[in-house]
């Protein structure tokens, strides 16, 4: 089974409930639902050096153009400034049949795509499918087989410190290679319909507008992500924060685009923040561990089942709590320890499953069953 991180929508931490902040929509985790990208996954056991990297996987990786627009070398956006330009940017290729991955941002109102290799040749595309909610988008190109050139795709063993390297059309500069490391896992980036896409891939090798939708490798020269945004603060270029969509959620949304066109994420509707266990001594009828309802998002699967949210109020150690709260504690017998648990044991249904949920609230627990939603656009 291909199992893709949560999506999550980020919310405020209320006072003595620590940790991350989740979500209310998640995405769904079983591939065999769905047609998955024929790139293979393999580890050949040796690294790559750079050149080697470069040669094999460039003929991969596409500039995408829309001959309708403006050409602009902005296409990767920046979180601060909210910045989305789909006239330029970059993808690869993922199977013989012409499917290529990008991002949503890439081609979000592109009309007349067109697709360049590394050869020099272009090639018309058309879109596939979208997904605004990860950021990731499937096209595919009318071009023949001697041109395409499927990426590998890794596993989720990726580390900090691995070495990594972005191939891309920064600014325009098609086939352009940069190299850094992995240098943090787990990140929450946001997504262009303001969801937020849980475990992306923080790097420091250099992306710039332009790079948006291109892989970022590994030292066997596999995909480990897709580059899709930068932070930057006031500064509209690399600084040395870039953030790529892991591969497991690239493969399970480009098999549900290539399969249907579109993609489901299972749904719950709630915000949720991890218990501080310290805050469970001063707060009554607080559980030991699980994560507190911060938000039940009206007409959700939550709201249906009954869940609800608690009101801020100043607890007895000077920081605030939410008082009459339900707590999840398990799903489906499993114990709840925090947001990022919670996210990853949901990111394994799909809509229209239900779930056993042991819930307290004011030290009383009992069952609730929630049958998962389809997340809203």
């Known amino acids: 089974m291909t199992r893709a ?5 980020a919310a405020a931490v209320i006072g003595g409930l620590a940790g991350a902040s989740i979500g209310l929509a998640f995405n769904k985790g079983d591939s065999t639902a769905t047609a998955q990208p024929t790139a293979s996954v393999t580890n050949t056991g040796k690294s790559l050096g750079a050149e080697q990297i470069y040669r094999s996987d460039s003929p991969g990786v596409v500039v995408i153009t829309d001959n309708q627009t403006e050409v602009v070398p902005a296409s990767l956006f920046s979180p601060a400034q909210k910045e989305q330009v789909t006239a330029l940017g970059s993808g690869f290729v993922i199977d013989t049949r012409g499917d290529i991955v990008t991002n949503d941002h890439v081609v979000q109102g592109a009309k007349d795509i067109q697709v360049g290799f590394s050869g020099g040749a272009s090639y018309p595309a058309k879109i ?6 990860t950021d990731i988008a499937v096209v595919r190109v009318k071009a023949p087989a001697s041109v395409l050139h499927p990426l590998q795709f890794a596993g989720s063993d990726v580390q900090v410190g691995d070495p990594a390297y972005a191939i891309g059309s920064p600014f325009g500069l098609a086939s352009t290679m940069t ?59 690399n600084v040395g924060v870039g953030f790529a969509i892991p ?7 480009a098999g549900q685009l290539i399969a249907t066109g579109h993609a489901e994420h299972a749904w719950l509707g709630v915000e949720v923040a991890t218990i501080d266990s310290s805050v469970t001594k001063v707060v009554r009828g607080l559980p030991s ?17 009954g869940l609800k949210a608690g009101t801020p109020q100043a607890s007895g150690n000077g920081t605030g709590t939410l008082v009459g709260a339900d707590a999840i504690v398990t799903v489906d017998s499993v114990s709840v320890t925090s947001t990022m648990q919670l996210s990853e044991s949901l990111a394994l249904h799909k809509p229209g499953e239900t779930l056993e949920l042991q819930v ?14 389809n997340a809203p656009a």
């Open 247 to 253: 591969t497991a959620t690239v493969r399970a949304i």
């Open 179 to 237: 190299a850094g490391i992995i240098s943090a896992t787990g990140r929450p980036i946001q997504a262009p319909n303001g969801l937020s896409i849980q475990n992306a891939i923080q790097t420091d090798a250099p992306i710039n507008h332009g790079n948006s939708g291109g892989p970022l490798l590994d030292r066997f020269g596999r995909v480990v992500g897709i580059n899709s945004q930068i932070e930057g603060g006031t500064v509209d270029a």
């Open 128 to 133: 596939v499918g979208t997904d605004p909610s």
């Open 289 to 305: 561990h699980g994560v507190v309802v911060v938000k039940v998002v009206a007409g959700s699967p939550a709201a249906k089942a």
């Open 360 to 373: 307290v609230r004011g030290g009383k627990s009992r069952t609730v069953d929630v049958t998962l939603g």
């Open 5 to 9: 991180p949560a999506i999550v929508l």
